[in-house]
């Protein structure tokens, strides 16, 4: 929140992990958690806990940067796009610097929708 010299006067914390959490996608009151050095992408509910449910294995991805549900009919309902940056300050190799498409074994549209009903 903006105080009136429009500092910041409050903030509350959803998660803390020992990790570099690079994108996050707003999701059921949670977030979907992109963890970069894991390699991995997890969902932290409203109360800031981790549902061990809904994340990728370590090492799906090679320095995730970014998720993002997408929308349309070129995707299935169980699809999440991933960019992933690879290895930090590495401009030579193909390693990461790519966009995937991750297929998850449950209907991430569906669980979005609900969180807007």
């Known amino acids: 929140m ?7 006067t409050t903030r509350e914390r959803l998660s803390h992990h ?4 690079d994108d996050i996608s707003p999701l ?12 991995s992408i997890y969902y932290v509910d409203k ?9 990728t294995n370590k090492l799906t ?3 995730p940067s970014s998720v993002v549900i997408p929308q349309g009919n070129m995707f299935k309902n169980n699809q999440l796009i ?3 940056k690879g290895i930090l300050g590495d401009a030579i ?4 610097n790519q966009v995937s498409v991750v297929n998850l074994p449950f209907n991430i549209r ?4 609900n969180c807007r009903s």
């Open 93 to 96: 190799s193909s390693i990461g």
């Open 82 to 84: 991933v960019t992933e």
């Open 110 to 113: 569906e669980l979005a929708d």
């Open 18 to 21: 020992l990790t570099i959490a």
């Open 61 to 63: 991805f090679i320095g």
């Open 28 to 39: 059921y009151g949670g977030a979907l958690v992109t963890d970069f050095l894991a390699g």
């Open 2 to 8: 903006k105080g009136d010299e429009g500092n910041i």
């Open 47 to 55: 109360n800031g806990d981790e549902d061990k449910n809904y994340r």
